[in-house]
């Protein structure tokens, strides 16, 4: 069983296309749902199968042609080959199918929302990370291998990034590094270059750089998350405003960063109860937050300071790791029955697997809305909603 002919009849949470075969299912990586393909097997996982497209018989009417060479070889982008419109959608799907077979929710479509698409597709991405070879050659790591692969242009980064790319590509930077991460804002024309390197073209090893949302200005060090599609982050905050009210008078911001959710919440409520673990994001956060007198900034692992009886709110926001909540968290939250839930989160499953346990615990989920941050990828922000019954 070499090579076998299929029809694509969906697609799986991580972006592979899949189909049916003497009854296994087939993963199939960079097909689209609805297309008849000759599939090459690669591997036989005994329940089900994985393979790769020998030759596409009958094509969807969304397949476009990727403009990067590289496409299918970094395995940064999983959707090039796809009509955005249509990138979206399917995006869509893994996210009713994640809520229904995970979350346990019978009619998820009914309550989310469609995606909120970005006007930028691609060169949004305002951070670079990226690998040196032996030649100190800057690129990436071929799909699901640890082989280097050389980069000149990234077409999902921000042509910031790939100017300086291609500066130090030119430079070849002496300093002995396996990593190199380039971050840029947008709205600020302020950037770094972690590690320092030893190059004389552009300043490199900044502490930090500056970027601005909905006209705020956030510090953001080197270490510290902040999300990488900086237009999107901005609809992202929208979002979770338009979730939260004047009743809910005080609210907690769990795994807040540098602050990005929490001086906007503050504008809107009389006090916001900020967590954030990281000591370089809640550095960044002290100046972040300068100018608002109703916002208390916690150093505390999110499931640490739950615990204090004293921290109570109308509401919680939380944002957390791909990995999802800790069942700490989850717990804290119902038993301090917290009105409301916003939950934002970068992973379909996890987030699924966290809104049931908050079901069981007499949560309702109220309405899902997917925002696209990560274009040309199978990667899907959502903000969930959810109300103590």
């Not at 042509?159 to 002995?176: A, C, V, W």
Request: aromatic share 10%; charged share 25%.
């Amino acid at each position: 069983m070499n090579e076998i002919e299929i029809e694509l009849t969906g697609i799986a949470h991580l972006g592979e296309a899949i189909g049916k075969y003497d009854g296994k299912v087939v993963f199939v990586p960079y097909g689209i749902p609805g297309e008849i393909v000759k599939v090459k097997i690669i591997k036989d996982e005994g329940d089900y199968l994985r393979g790769e497209i020998s030759e596409i018989i009958v094509p969807s009417f969304y397949r476009e042609q990727p403009p990067c060479k590289l496409f299918g070889i970094c395995g940064g982008c999983s959707f090039q080959n796809v009509t955005y419109s249509y990138q979206t959608k399917l995006k869509e799907i893994v996210v009713i199918e994640q809520l229904k077979r995970i979350g346990g929710f019978e009619n998820p479509e009914e309550f989310t929302n469609l995606t909120i698409k970005a006007q930028n597709p691609y060169n949004y991405r305002n951070r670079g990370d990226f690998s040196i070879n032996r030649e100190k050659r800057l690129g990436f790591k071929i799909r699901g291998t640890h082989k280097f692969i050389h980069v000149e242009y990234c077409y999902i980064m921000h042509d910031q990034i790939n100017k300086i790319l291609s500066l130090l590509q030119e430079k070849n930077p002496k300093r002995k590094t396996h990593n190199i991460t380039i971050r840029y804002g947008i709205y600020t024309d302020t950037y770094l270059v972690q590690p320092a390197i030893d190059v004389t073209q552009i300043e490199t090893g900044q502490p930090f750089y500056k970027e601005k949302l909905l006209g705020k200005e956030f510090q953001i060090s080197a270490p510290s998350f902040f999300q990488v599609n900086t237009y999107q982050a901005e609809r992202l905050i929208q979002s979770v405003l338009g979730y939260l009210s004047k009743e809910d008078r005080v609210v907690i911001d769990a795994y807040a960063g540098v602050g990005t959710f929490s001086v906007f919440i503050a504008e809107k409520v009389e006090r916001v109860i900020a967590i954030e673990e990281s000591r370089s994001a809640f550095k960044d956060a002290q100046i972040n937050i300068k100018g608002f007198d109703n916002i208390s900034y916690l150093c505390k692992k999110t499931e640490e300071a739950l615990l204090d009886q004293n921290i109570q709110g109308d509401a919680i926001v939380i944002d957390p790791p791909r990995v999802g909540c800790m069942k700490e968290v989850l717990e804290a939250i119902a038993e301090k029955r917290i009105r409301k839930v916003v939950y934002v989160s970068c992973e379909p499953s996890t987030l699924a697997r966290d809104l049931k346990y908050l079901k069981e615990k007499g949560y309702r989920l109220v309405k899902v809305q997917p925002v696209d941050m990560f274009p040309q990828t199978c990667h899907i922000e959502n903000v969930a909603l959810m109300i103590l019954e």
